[in-house]
């Protein structure tokens, strides 16, 4: 594992939209796996900058996105369909059919999480998979529990979860209770994993995940296995990593 730990929010920003540019550079066709979450905002603001200075270009890539509520339409305020639109897509060069989301109304739900896993195997899998880390230690939403999955599932969202994102609907009752999310599986094949963490509420469980046994209870403890995992987090975040 490589662990970075930034003084500024800033630089955090930079160092992780470097990371994704200097991917691109590398391998203009990238296979990017995309996160929501308000953690990875200033990494895709500071991609757009890069952007608009001419400095990385998203022509020839693909993304996939980790995951997507159950029963919201893609134009609702709060989908992660219109998240990404609203902080990278529609500021970048990305074609629009080369950016995936699961379909959180399919009118079967077992056959789109089917159709996505399928879709990233034809891709030849993800190149870089960024990641944020929920309070319990979900990844995507594969939330901690006694079991987890490999593939793309349906999950019912923990109730911690469903708190933590209330800010973003007008009240609880509007935070849908099921989410689509590619598995464990999907993530750890990816040739490069990025999480980000950033925040003194996170530290705690970003110590437990990375430092901790590895558990189903702290889904991003697997992680721990993957053979070419990078960590960023600001300080506050890493503030119980450093030694
Ligand atoms: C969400 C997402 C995750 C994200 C996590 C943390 O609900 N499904 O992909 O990493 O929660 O979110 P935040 O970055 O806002 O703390």
């Given at each position: 594992m490589n662990l970075f730990i930034y003084e500024s929010n800033e630089q955090l920003n930079a160092a992780a939209a470097n990371l994704m540019a200097a991917e691109l550079q590398r391998n203009p066709k990238a296979v990017l796996g995309l996160?929501?979450?308000?953690?990875?905002?200033?990494?895709?603001?500071?991609?757009?900058?890069?952007?608009?200075?001419?400095?990385?270009?998203?022509?020839?890539?693909?993304?996939?996105?980790?995951?997507?509520?159950?029963?919201?339409?893609?134009?609702?305020?709060?989908?992660?369909?219109?998240?990404?639109?609203?902080?990278?897509?529609?500021?970048?060069?990305?074609?629009?059919?080369?950016?995936?989301?699961?379909?959180?109304?399919?009118?079967?739900?077992?056959?789109?999480?089917?159709?996505?896993?399928?879709?990233?195997?034809?891709?030849?899998?993800?190149?870089?998979?960024?990641?944020?880390?929920?309070?319990?230690?979900?990844?995507?939403?594969?939330?901690?529990?006694?079991?987890?999955?490999?593939?793309?599932?349906?999950?019912?969202?923990?109730?911690?979860?469903?708190?933590?994102?209330?800010?973003?609907?007008a009240s609880l009752d509007e935070v849908p209770s099921e989410a689509i999310t590619v598995g464990m599986g999907v993530i750890l094949k990816a040739r490069t994993i990025l999480l980000l963490a950033r925040g003194a509420d996170k530290a705690e469980i970003l110590k437990r995940a990375l430092r901790g046994p590895i558990t189903t209870q702290v889904p991003a403890s697997l992680l721990q296995l993957h053979p070419n995992l990078i960590v960023m987090a600001d300080s506050e975040a890493g503030r119980l990593l450093q030694a």
């Amino acid at each position: 594992m490589n662990l970075f730990i930034y003084e500024s929010n800033e630089q955090l920003n930079a160092a992780a939209a470097n990371l994704m540019a200097a991917e691109l550079q590398r391998n203009p066709k990238a296979v990017l796996g995309l996160a929501t979450g308000s953690t990875p905002i200033g990494m895709y603001e500071k991609l757009v900058e890069m952007h608009r200075a001419g400095l990385v270009s998203f022509r020839e890539a693909t993304t996939y996105n980790l995951d997507e509520y159950v029963g919201l339409p893609r134009d609702h305020e709060e989908s992660y369909y219109t998240f990404m639109n609203r902080h990278l897509f529609r500021h970048v060069d990305l074609p629009e059919g080369s950016t995936h989301l699961p379909l959180g109304n399919a009118e079967n739900p077992a056959d789109e999480c089917l159709r996505y896993d399928a879709s990233i195997e034809q891709a030849n899998g993800i190149d870089l998979q960024i990641l944020g880390i929920g309070h319990n230690g979900h990844v995507g939403f594969n939330e901690p529990g006694d079991e987890l999955h490999s593939g793309t599932h349906i999950v019912q969202l923990a109730e911690e979860t469903r708190k933590a994102n209330a800010r973003f609907f007008a009240s609880l009752d509007e935070v849908p209770s099921e989410a689509i999310t590619v598995g464990m599986g999907v993530i750890l094949k990816a040739r490069t994993i990025l999480l980000l963490a950033r925040g003194a509420d996170k530290a705690e469980i970003l110590k437990r995940a990375l430092r901790g046994p590895i558990t189903t209870q702290v889904p991003a403890s697997l992680l721990q296995l993957h053979p070419n995992l990078i960590v960023m987090a600001d300080s506050e975040a890493g503030r119980l990593l450093q030694a």
